[in-house]
């Protein structure tokens, strides 16, 4: 039987997790509703959905964008917006497979229109091709590609919004490493607005949850599935500040929120020296770039025909 310090501040029921800030104890049902309110409750205050949209989640396949897949299908009725689901396949022999099979059947279940993109199409081979002896570049390569890829997605499906499932700690992550790669127009840079007639907005309602509270969410609407890490995820910057966040975090509950609350401060105090860059089209592909040759151009060694 759970002890009276361990049962819902809500309800009375066992509770299965404890949060912070207010600090509050919380059965599974009211653990749910509450991760849901407050998804919904950042989408209100940050206007990141208006009606009419047509929101695309990049699913991944794994915990974070099955967990935002799962949210939206409960949440975007009621926001009057449609939802659409796109997955990249990069080809990463061992990983990628089943995370996309666990993406179609997750789609297939709940009736969402999936589209996949594959690198194979797009770029002529597929990821692990294209790494060919620069392995110890896998994200930074990957994550140029990816970003076209998507791009390439939300227009195949029409979506005006494209959601992706970043969580508390992958945001905290980003700004330490903006600070300790010295990057202040990085740090100060806001994707959420999108460019008219360019790039489509992107939204994070995930952003607000850590990642310890979307594994409890999905464990307990019975989603969570051990899938395989990519092999290439080591070779990131981010591996290291991950290891260093979370044990910081550990040791000074916090940290991370707090990291947030640093960058958000910034924002507000700074913008960006000068005129943004005016953009241009890639002399090779004719996609939007802010030189002569796109980044896709450069890392796939294309040359003008
Ligand atoms: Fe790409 Fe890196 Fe993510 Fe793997 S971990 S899918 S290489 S960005």
């Given amino acids: 039987m759970a002890s009276a310090e361990n049962r819902c501040s809500l309800c009375g029921e066992p509770a299965v997790a404890r949060l912070v800030e207010p600090e509050r104890r919380l059965c599974a049902a009211h653990f749910i509703e509450d991760v849901e309110a407050r998804v919904i409750a950042a989408i209100r205050r940050e206007r990141m959905v208006f009606p009419g949209d047509r929101i695309a989640v990049g699913l991944s396949g794994g915990k974070d964008s099955t967990a935002l897949l799962l949210v939206l299908h409960r949440l975007l009725p009621a926001l009057g917006a449609d939802l ?3 997955t990249i396949d990069e080809g990463i022999a061992g990983y990628r497979e089943e995370t996309l099979r666990a ?4 789609t297939a279940e709940l009736g969402v229109e999936h589209a996949i993109v594959t690198f194979a199409d797009l ?5 692990d091709g294209l790494l060919v002896g620069r392995e110890a570049q896998g994200c930074a390569v990957c994550g140029v590609l990816r970003r076209r890829a ?3 997605g939300v227009k195949r499906v029409g979506a005006t919004r494209l ?3 970043h969580n508390l700690d ?3 992550q980003s700004v330490l490493m903006n600070i300790l790669r010295g990057d202040l127009p990085r740090l100060l840079q806001d994707t959420s607005t999108g460019s008219p007639g360019h790039f489509v907005p992107r939204i994070k309602p995930l952003a607000v949850l850590s990642e310890k ?11 969570f599935r051990d899938l395989p890490e990519c092999p290439y995820a080591g070779t990131a910057l981010r591996s290291e500040v991950r290891t260093m966040l979370a044990e910081l975090e550990h040791r000074h509950p916090g940290t991370m929120v ?18 943004a860059k005016a953009l241009s089209t890639c002399r090779i592909c004719g996609e939007l770039t802010s030189g002569e040759v796109c980044r896709v151009c450069a890392l796939l060694g294309r040359e003008e025909r």
């Fill in 150 to 152: 998507l791009a390439e």
């Fill in 213 to 223: 509270e979307i594994v409890t969410y999905l464990l307990l609407r019975g989603y």
């Fill in 123 to 127: 770029f002529g081979d597929d990821l």
């Fill in 170 to 172: 992958d945001e905290a």
């Fill in 84 to 86: 659409v689901a796109v």
């Fill in 258 to 275: 707090r990291l947030m609350r640093f960058r958000d401060g910034i924002r507000e105090s700074f913008s960006l020296p000068g005129p």
């Fill in 163 to 165: 959601a992706t499932g």
């Fill in 103 to 106: 993406a179609e059947a997750l």
